[in-house]
């Protein structure tokens, strides 16, 4: 029943039966191998670590407006009222400012969210703000969820190395570590929209503890009136690892909470292969 819809990009990590269930409508960010560009959607993300493997040419770009018009219109045409678009941090991506250009030609009420995250952290805000949207909610109603829901995610990854990031330009204020963090592990973090350093460890076995350290950490922060938490562990080409962080967190988190997935393909281009991380988002 037509009502509020909300429309997330590819980067948020759902899982497309997830995301068809709860009636959100995906937009694919661009990944570029070799000059040939195709939809997110149709790039698997253990592609993406092979070609970086190879020493391939990768880049990715956002949707155009038109694009992205599209996907507004169709959802104007199905008789919805309003339009929630919600998306990756536009420190780290153009696409909020196409989704703003697009929401400009719709004639329904349409809100671009920046969520100022990535990945689950926004996938997760993005369940959220459907769940609500499902409700019947006004569209204030679906921000307000979606925003709370957001803010409250906390994320730490590690990478082999911040080449990848820096390549793409998206490691900002982790620049200043560069230099001798290439020898190591860097555990990063999103904070303002930005990805930025946290600490260094020398290997993946003292990176892998540390997550885990963090992560409870993070869960203890984010009890709530209902103690309900879901965590995300992401990877690229890392089952292994991201395994093992999910076997150290038995006990502590309901196996029904944790959703483990690569990271989507335009975000491996610029993390790289060997990446893990860990989303933790208290459910307000």
Do not use: W
Request: net charge negative; hydrophobic share 45%; charged share 20%.
């Amino acid at each position: 029943m037509p009502g509020v819809a909300v429309v997330t990009d590819s980067t948020s990590s759902l899982n497309p039966a997830d995301a068809a269930r709860a009636d959100i409508s995906i937009i694919p960010l661009q990944v570029v191998i070799d000059d040939i560009s195709r939809p997110e959607s149709e790039v698997r993300p253990c592609e993406v670590a092979r070609a970086l493997r190879e020493g391939r040419q990768l880049s990715t770009s956002r949707p155009t407006p038109e694009v992205i018009e599209n996907t507004y219109g169709s959802l104007v045409r199905s008789g919805y009222d309003a339009i929630i678009s919600v998306h990756l941090s536009s420190k780290i991506s153009g696409t909020c400012s196409a989704a703003q250009v697009a929401a400009t030609s719709v004639d329904i009420p349409t809100i671009v969210v920046d969520t100022m995250t990535l990945a689950m952290a926004a996938g997760f805000a993005v369940l959220a703000g459907a769940e609500v949207a499902r409700s019947g909610a006004s569209p204030e109603a679906v921000v307000s969820a979606v925003r709370r829901r957001a803010a409250a995610s906390t994320t730490y990854f590690y990478v082999d190395s911040l080449e990848y990031l820096r390549r793409g330009g998206r490691i900002g204020t982790a620049a200043a570590i560069l230099g001798s963090a290439l020898a190591v592990k860097p555990l990063l973090t999103v904070a303002d929209g930005e990805i930025r350093p946290y600490e260094r460890v020398r290997t993946e076995s003292k990176a892998l503890t540390r997550l885990v350290e963090l992560s409870l950490t993070a869960l203890e922060q984010a009890a709530t009136p209902t103690g309900s938490v879901d965590v995300a562990v992401h990877h690229l080409d890392n089952p292994d690892g991201a395994g093992r962080l999910v076997d150290r967190l038995s006990g502590r988190v309901p196996r029904e909470n944790i959703v483990i997935s690569e990271v989507s393909a335009v975000l491996g281009v610029h993390v790289g292969p060997g990446t893990l991380g860990i989303v933790v988002s208290p459910r307000v």
